[in-house]
Structure formats: structure tokens, C-alpha cells
């Protein structure tokens, strides 16, 4: 008996998820017929609570991409693959407190706010770099627009990706 509860409550927890995929990946279906742009895709896995980096999303397309590509990504195919990744929890965002210490590591004169270029910097010179989009998206959200400057502790509670 207690063995039949817990496989119904796997299913519907499955259920619930692919249900969350489903309407998370019909928002970009803009022509309802189960297929979204490719270039959406990552748009729709991080409205899902995930934060692959560039390569693993790009793995990820990969996975679900048509033998000869076509551009598009079919639901088909979409949803057994981020029902896996959901249900192994992968791509977790990062905690808030790593992210203070990554921002304290930069701010080097402990001002509790680093400088439009000071970001720039850092964001286009070390690791995998980000595009310039990327860039102007970041900047958009994380910049005082009355200082020009990123209080890095306001924009990381902006950031923080709630897991309820």
C-alpha cells in the first residue's frame, strides 16, 4: 500500500513538472503549433528556475535539436529531456552568499559597489565571457541610475532565484 502512494505521488509530481514545461514553453509558441525558436530556449529552461551556463545550454540544444536543424525546438522532444533535468535538479542557481563573496572578491576597495566599467571589466575579460547583449542586459538591471554604479547587494537580491 505503501508502495502505490509513493508512486502516485512520483506521478503526479512528474505531472506537475511537465505541466510547468508545457506552459513555460507555450508562452514562446507563437504559432501554437508545439514548437518554440531555438534561440528561446534558454529564455524558457532559466524561467524554470535552472542556470545552465553557455556550454551546458548549449548541450542541452544539442540534445533536443532535429537530426538536420531546423531552427526550432520541438515540445516532443523538449519535455522528456527538462523533466529529466528537473527532476535531477541540475543547473541549481547559485546561493546568494557565493554570489556576495564573487561581487566583495571584485570590489578590491571595499566600497559595496563596483563602477559601470569595473563590471565590464570583469564580465568581458575573465571566464566565459559574456556577449555584448549579455552585457547590456546585465548592466540594464544591475545599474543605479542615479549613481551609475552597481550596489552589488541590491542587484544580487534581484538576482536570487527563489526555489519555492
Known amino acids: 500500500m505503501a508502495e502505490e502512494k509513493e508512486g502516485a505521488a512520483a506521478e503526479a509530481a512528474i505531472a506537475d513538472i511537465q505541466k510547468k514545461i508545457t506552459e513555460a514553453f507555450e508562452v514562446f509558441d507563437h504559432e501554437s503549433n508545439k514548437t518554440v525558436d531555438v534561440r528561446e530556449v534558454g529564455t524558457i529552461i532559466r524561467s524554470l528556475g535552472c542556470c545552465p551556463s553557455e556550454a551546458e545550454l548549449h548541450d542541452l540544444l544539442a540534445e533536443v535539436e532535429e537530426e538536420e536543424p531546423t531552427g526550432y525546438i520541438h515540445l516532443e522532444k523538449f519535455l522528456p529531456m527538462m523533466t529529466k533535468v528537473l527532476m535531477e535538479k541540475r543547473y541549481r542557481p547559485i546561493p546568494e552568499d557565493v554570489l556576495l563573496h564573487a561581487f566583495e572578491v571584485l570590489d578590491q576597495n571595499k566600497n559595496g559597489y563596483l563602477t559601470k566599467q569595473e563590471l565590464i571589466k ?9 556577449t555584448q547583449e549579455e552585457m547590456e542586459e546585465m548592466l540594464s538591471a544591475a545599474i543605479d541610475p542615479e549613481t551609475n554604479k552597481i550596489r552589488y547587494k541590491d542587484y544580487i537580491s534581484m538576482m536570487v532565484v527563489d526555489e519555492n
Open 122 to 130: 570583469c564580465m568581458t575579460e575573465e571566464g566565459e565571457p559574456f
